[in-house]
Nanobody, 123 residues
């Protein structure tokens, strides 16, 4: 079992900043890729930013230059620093991780999701 717990969602004015955190726990052997997805009301879920174990950090064009993703391997936590927020950034933000679990001497792949945290940006 793997759990991803997000925190940091809040109501903020346009131009402001927020920092999201996602902590992973459970029988984790390794995490290959972690990412932040977001889903605005009435829209499909989209990738905002991701970070791989090799350090690559792809971003959606809409957040480049404003959002920064980072990770702390020791804490199994990934962060998303969001600056210069816009009303169109309003969405539920979901943490995702491509995890390898290790139980009973077996390594398994798992696509884990958090429960989501709401970010609301007022104009």
């Amino acid at each position: 079992q793997v759990q991803l717990v997000e925190s940091g969602g809040d109501l903020v004015q346009a131009g402001g900043s927020l920092s999201l955190s996602c902590a992973a726990s459970g029988s984790i052997h390794s995490i290959n890729v972690s990412g932040w997805y977001r889903q605005a009301q009435g829209k499909e879920r989209e990738l905002a930013a991701a970070i791989s174990s090799g350090g690559s950090t792809p971003y959606a064009d809409s957040v480049k230059g404003r959002f920064t993703i980072s990770g702390d391997n020791a804490k199994k936590t990934v962060y998303l620093q969001m600056n210069i927020l816009k009303p169109e950034d309003t969405a539920v933000y979901y943490c995702n991780a491509d995890v390898r679990t290790y139980e009973d001497y077996v390594v398994r792949a798992l696509d884990a999701w958090g429960q989501g945290t709401l970010v609301t940006v007022s104009s």
